[in-house]
């Protein structure tokens, strides 16, 4: 959703984020289906695998901090120097308009559901 949302002039200087594994994956991917290299500063507990799966869908991984805060701060200095939009995983307005349709798409696909766990 955020991805979707930049306008040329957006596109053109770019996104960059911070994340442990999953927001990271999923700028990845959606970067990769829209023409965009996202660079994504990703801290060394990082798994392996996240790391990999992130640079085989053309993510610029940077790997950089013991903790996702340093990790965090890292991105937030390279944004300073190249302009680029900070796309948080956790509280920027279209990522969290985008986790929310699932709950739409569920309901709309089960109808008499009590409850829904994600694990």
């Known amino acids: 959703n955020a991805l979707l949302k930049l306008s040329d002039e957006e596109r ?3 996104v960059i984020a911070a994340s442990a594994g ?8 959606h970067g990769s289906q829209h023409g965009l290299t996202v660079p994504v500063v990703m801290p060394v507990v990082a798994p392996i695998m996240k ?3 992130c640079q085989e869908m053309g993510a610029n991984v940077i790997v950089h901090g013991a903790t ?5 701060d890292h991105a937030m200095s390279i ?7 900070y796309i948080n995983g956790y509280d920027h ?8 349709t699932i709950g739409v798409e ?4 089960v109808d008499d ?3 829904i766990i994600v694990p």
């Not at 999953?22 to 991917?29: E, I, M, S």
């Not at 944004?79 to 939009?85: D, P, T």
């Not at 307005?93 to 929310?100: H, K, L, R, S, W």
């Open 93 to 100: 307005p279209d990522i969290i308009a985008g986790q929310g």
């Open 113 to 115: 559901a009590d409850a």
């Open 79 to 85: 944004k300073e120097k190249g302009g680029q939009i």
């Open 106 to 109: 569920i309901c709309s696909q």
């Open 22 to 29: 999953n927001h990271a994956l999923a700028l990845a991917y």
């Open 68 to 72: 996702i805060a340093e990790a965090k």
């Open 51 to 53: 790391i990999s799966q």
């Open 12 to 14: 053109k200087v770019g």
